[in-house]
């Protein structure tokens, strides 16, 4: 036996031990396009980075070096489970400009808002137990529940988001056929993918339907404060001290310190920091210091007008291209705020098999598919403006649009 056949052999036997779980976990459709996506030729209009560039890089690294200087063995030093006091309590003022009155306590911080999400469901769902998400629903959140083998339902949408009918009748079917629904995931404001904002009504009806079902409403808000257009809507959680309520510092300052945060009532609090310290021991401290630093030090509020004028231009940018080169049949979204345009293709066209054709026209952008979990979008795609220069967006969508026209031909 070989020394190459002997090492094959042994890591069948892994393969044979890994968990079911790991049968849910699927490969990000957006991490599958990243190599392609960045290759300079491409204008990409696939990933969801903010672009960061703005930042006040030199004052961020004094004051981060300054830190250092005089708090280093703290600062680098274990922490609580719970996450930092002087983080949670600033984070009850970010959370003010959304009209959420919360407590400090109530707050967990986690390594972005994707481990909110993945704390969440690890504390409430067991295998088959049914999530409700909206039609389309984050990639990013549907690939956590699946790993938790979790039965993800989409909910009829429509363009000021969750429709409160269908979503009555959704529950009461499921729970018809046995099924144990354990809460809805929910995106109220420029959602991603599809850049819908749900009207302050809406939420209010979302929110007294799941009340009256007894289902409870995650509440995941990482773009709230990035309203392109007007004042952003008070977040659900607002309204309904029930709702858990998911935020971060992602988009707002930067994604790469992985800080977000869960705001839950009492009881789930202290499971989720139990859960958290199973994961993790605490949330990275270096990090959750670094932002508790630029709030300090910064006028973070000017710098996410900054952002917003910058990605408002984008939008209009991406907005106009779209009304001047898309071939009549098309639809699109047209979002409030947030990175991201969600596209409807004409009867027929799969965006999925159209993919090569669009690398090959040195566009890239996320097929629909990937944002549902039962093979719905055949006819989407998702286009985001957060990224490229307007100049390149307008490329990026007139290659799209030459793509799609091209398939039309067919
Ligand atoms: N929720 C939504 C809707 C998102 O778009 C993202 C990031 N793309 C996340 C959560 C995760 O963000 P982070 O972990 O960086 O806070």
């Known amino acids: 036996m070989t020394d190459q056949h ?3 052999t042994r890591l069948d036997r892994f393969v044979d031990s890994y968990s079911q779980r790991t049968e849910g976990m699927r490969v990000s459709a957006v991490r599958a396009l990243f190599s392609v996506a960045n290759r300079p030729e491409i204008v990409s209009l696939a990933g969801g980075m903010p672009n960061i560039k703005d930042l006040p890089l030199h004052h961020i690294a004094d004051s ?11 600062v680098m030093q274990y922490g609580s489970g719970q996450g930092e006091g002087v983080l949670r309590e600033q984070i009850v003022d970010v959370m003010a400009l959304e009209g959420i009155t919360a407590h400090p306590d109530d707050i967990t911080i ?9 704390l969440v469901t690890r504390i409430f769902c067991d295998p088959g137990d049914v999530v409700l998400a909206e039609s389309p629903s984050y990639v990013g959140a549907l690939g956590t529940f699946l790993s938790y083998q979790c039965e993800v339902v989409h909910v009829p949408t429509d363009e000021s988001g969750i429709s409160p009918t269908a979503l009555r009748e ?6 018809a056929q046995g099924k144990r629904i354990k809460f809805l995931y929910t995106i109220p404001n420029y959602n991603n993918p599809s850049g819908v904002t749900q009207p302050w009504e809406r939420r209010l009806d979302v929110i007294s339907v799941c009340e009256s079902e007894g289902v409870l409403v995650v509440e995941d808000n990482p773009y709230g404060l990035l309203s392109l257009d007007a004042d952003p809507i008070p977040a659900m959680r607002s309204a309904d001290d029930n709702v858990i309520y998911l935020g971060s510092f992602s988009k707002t300052f930067a994604p790469g310190f992985r800080v977000g945060w869960v705001l839950a009532p009492h009881a789930v609090r202290e499971k989720l920091v139990l859960a958290q310290e199973s994961a993790t021991l605490c949330p990275p401290v270096f990090s959750q210091y670094a932002i508790a630093d630029y709030l300090t030090n910064n006028d973070w509020r000017g710098q996410i007008d900054i952002f917003k004028d910058m990605y408002r231009a984008r939008r209009d940018a991406m907005l106009l291209a779209l009304a001047e080169e898309m071939p009549e049949g098309t639809t699109w979204t047209r979002p409030a705020g947030g990175f991201f345009v969600w596209v409807t293709l004409p009867e027929g066209l799969d965006t999925q098999a159209m993919l090569p054709r669009g690398v090959d026209a040195r566009v890239a952008y996320v097929p629909g598919p990937a944002f549902y979990a039962d093979g719905q979008g055949a006819r989407n795609a998702r286009l985001s403006f957060c990224f490229p220069p307007p100049d390149r967006i307008k490329t990026g969508v007139r290659r799209f649009a030459d793509v799609v026209r091209r398939e039309l031909e067919v």
Do not use: C, F, V, Y
Request: net charge neutral; charged share 30%; proline share 0%.
């Open 6 to 8: 002997r090492h094959d």
């Open 110 to 118: 986690t390594a972005g808002s994707q481990q909110g999400l993945d």
């Open 64 to 74: 981060l070096a300054a830190m250092i200087e005089t708090n280093g063995t703290k």
């Open 170 to 175: 959704t529950i009461e079917r499921l729970r």
